[in-house]
């Protein structure tokens, strides 16, 4: 797979960069392919590689030490993840990164876009925004989890991921996601008992229908109105 400046284009921290620095980025950087369920790292690895997802799906989830996990993004082509190693030195993962489907990434050294920031603040700002923005998203998941009741966070995240990654598998048939119930769990704070129970309850009602690792949001605004709390 050969890339191109253009391509990294596609990514919101590159998007201001000249041609140069895309150059560079390209001539550090390695493409690694990864086989579903398989790993681009793990939490607590060594953070020397920043990674941008060029084809497939991936999730960023963290372990307590019991071992419970919590999805904390979804990631989808051309958007970066496990940068901390560019902005801190030695620096580790602070999250896992799982291939939900057969997906490839480049792989830049942390330490060559540490140096390049120092002199690219066009680059530093939009890496600077993009942070900020995941910074946003993880409080207003915060907040969900504080003030929400359960069925509110899941149909949330329903919604989000629909934003996200959602496919219209025909007209007027629905916005098909590939994301199991567990996955839902574990993006919501919840036990897949829980999920289950309310995506099984929305299915009776028309709202959804679910299948293998896979869930189709049949009347996105039935889920609205239980995300918005006028829906009990």
Do not use: C
Not at 22 to 27: D, F, G, H, S, T
Not at 33 to 48: L, M, P, R, V, Y
Not at 118 to 137: A, G, N, V
Not at 160 to 167: E, K, P, T, V
Request: no cysteine; charged share 25%.
């Amino acid at each position: 797979m050969n890339l191109s400046p253009k391509d990294l284009k596609q990514v919101v921290v590159f998007q201001n960069a000249t041609e140069t620095e895309l150059q560079l980025i390209l001539k550090n950087s390695i493409i690694r392919s990864i086989e579903e369920n398989e790993f681009f790292f793990f939490q607590g690895d060594a953070a020397e590689y920043l990674y941008i997802l060029i084809t497939g799906q991936a999730k960023l989830m963290q372990s307590n030490p019991s071992g419970q996990q919590v999805n904390l993004r979804t990631l989808h082509p051309w958007q970066m993840f496990g940068a901390l190693g560019a902005v801190r030195a030695e620096a580790i993962y602070p999250a896992t990164a799982q291939a939900l489907e057969d997906s490839s990434a480049l792989a830049i050294e942390s330490g060559f876009l540490h140096k390049l920031l120092e002199t690219s603040p066009k680059i530093s700002f939009d890496l600077m925004t993009l942070m900020t923005s995941y910074i946003q998203e993880m409080q207003a998941r915060y907040r969900e989890l504080a003030t929400e009741r359960v069925e509110q966070r899941v149909a949330n995240a329903l919604i989000r991921l629909a934003g996200q990654s959602g496919i219209r598998a025909e007209k007027d048939a629905g916005i098909e996601l590939s994301f199991s119930r567990q996955d839902v769990a574990e993006m919501t704070g919840t036990t897949l008992y829980t999920v289950s129970r309310l995506l099984s309850d929305w299915e009776r009602k028309g709202y959804i229908k679910t299948g293998r690792e896979k869930i189709k949001i049949l009347k996105p605004h039935d889920l609205v109105r239980i995300a918005e709390g006028l829906e009990k």
